[in-house]
């Protein structure tokens, strides 16, 4: 396996501040939309998750976001779906633990495509020294109610084991805010991963400024 990483040249910076996006909590309002304010707040990274959507939908919005995001640098990365991402010429995937094996989607992505993986347990982390990986995120790291089949909280402690155990660049996600993202990256997190804090907040805009915010905070 090639050692491409960090993030096969987007550098670990790019998951200082990733929008995961939950059309449900949109309200109606286009899913482009909001990402286009995230954006211009100041995302780093934009997953697109979606649980919901068929085949041919799920490509056609992920090569929508493609052509938002490509010409402002920021990357995009398909939750779960390998063929998907290939489809719309996405930069990541982010794979669970019940998703297609790690080693399986390295073989079928172009290597300048990047691989993360949400960890649940300490086992996980010591399984993935040897997967080629390029970033972890821990999930989730405080109680969340976005994700309802969510593993066990690692909470701060854990996310501090989590990062003595791995030299990847590990991305935090779950039940995280303005409020909590500098003590998340006090304790070993590159970055964050929000749903809620963006996607369900009447100014996407204002919101992903405030987050970029604390992140650049948390980060010195
Ligand atoms: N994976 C672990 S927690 C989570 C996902 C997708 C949801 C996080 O949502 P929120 O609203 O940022 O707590
Ligand atoms: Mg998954």
Redesign the pocket.
Known sequence: TEHATPMRGWGAEALRLML?T?DALAGGRPLEEIVAAAVQGGVSCVQL?EKHLGTRAFVARGRALKALLAPRRVPLVINDRVDVALACGADGVHLGQSDMAVEDARRLLPPAVFIGW?VETLDDVRRAAALPLDYL?T??V?A????LD?APAWGLDGLRAVRAATALPLVA????HAGNAAQVLAHGADGI?????I??AADPEAAARELALAVAEGAR
Not at 144 to 147: D, E, H, L, V
Not at 193 to 197: D, L, R
């Open positions: 995961v939950d998750r949400s995120g999930s989730p405080f969340t109610t976005t994700k969510a996600i779950g039940g995280l991963a929000v749903v809620s804090a996607c369900s």
